[in-house]
């Protein structure tokens, strides 16, 4: 079975503060990972993905995160957020495979993220 | 872009009807899922389905049941709401199972409140 944890549930920031938000799996075989994104009175966005290949990848709107698999790790960062970057954001892991053979996210609870202007 | 839709955005229900909430995807997605959005609990997987009349129990399928006759259309049903059914239902696609690097796309959800 897979876990997701993100440690961060509120998180509050100024305008052009830095981002970071923790993502954790338990999972320790080949897996996608994902990051979504709700704003308010939106449906779920996908965000950026992993699947192979350069741990860092980019995202939509100058979001990035790095794969770090000897810590079973996926965390989003950006450099400078802006008030419209409020919203929730959460982490999704494929893998393992089902009895069926089918690949099942898992979420992860979710970090809901305040800017001030 | 795939679009999934769910039919009702906001429904209210009393306590023991039987509910349903329909959804349909626009791209010939081989997968469909139910997910309930909970403060706190993020998404939690109720069904899900691989292919027509296909489907899996998720993490918690008790109180509810599912129905895919066609392709396109994935119908999750309440047989009896209760108000701990009250939540945000939110209904995915993506392409077939056993492809890892595709997302998932949602729907705008619909919130059902049981009174």
């Known amino acids: 079975a897979q876990s997701v944890s993100q440690h961060n549930h509120h998180v509050i920031l100024s305008e052009a503060a830095s981002l970071e938000l923790g993502c954790n799996y338990s999972?320790?075989?080949?897996?996608?990972l994902f990051w979504y994104v709700q704003y308010p009175g939106q449906h779920l966005q996908l965000l950026l993905k992993?699947?192979?290949?350069?741990?860092l990848v980019k995202g939509i709107k100058g979001f990035e995160a790095e794969f770090i698999k000897s810590k079973f790790s996926f965390n989003l960062r950006k450099p400078s957020v802006q008030w419209s970057d409020t919203a929730e954001y959460f982490c999704?892991?494929?893998?393992?495979?089902?009895?069926?053979?089918?690949?099942?996210?898992?979420f992860g609870r979710g970090t809901s993220l305040i800017v001030h202007p | 872009d795939v679009k999934v839709t769910q039919s009702s955005r906001y429904l209210v229900k009393r306590t023991g009807e039987k509910v349903f909430l329909e959804c349909v995807q626009d791209?010939?997605?081989?997968?469909m899922f139910w997910y309930r959005q909970d403060p706190g609990l993020g998404l939690r997987l109720i069904y899900f389905s691989y292919d027509v009349k296909m489907k899996e129990k998720g993490d918690i399928p008790e109180g509810y049941s599912v129905s895919r006759e066609k392709k396109e259309r994935f119908s999750l049903i309440l047989e009896s709401a209760s108000t701990n059914q009250t939540s945000m239902y939110l209904c995915a696609s993506s392409p077939p199972r056993q492809s890892l690097n595709y997302g998932y796309t949602f729907g705008s959800g619909t919130r059902l409140t049981v009174v």
């Open positions: 999704a892991v494929n893998g393992p495979p089902t009895s069926g053979g089918s690949y099942i996210p898992t």
């Open positions: 992993y699947f192979s290949g350069d741990p």
């Open positions: 791209m010939d997605h081989e997968n």
């Open positions: 999972y320790g075989g080949t897996v996608n």
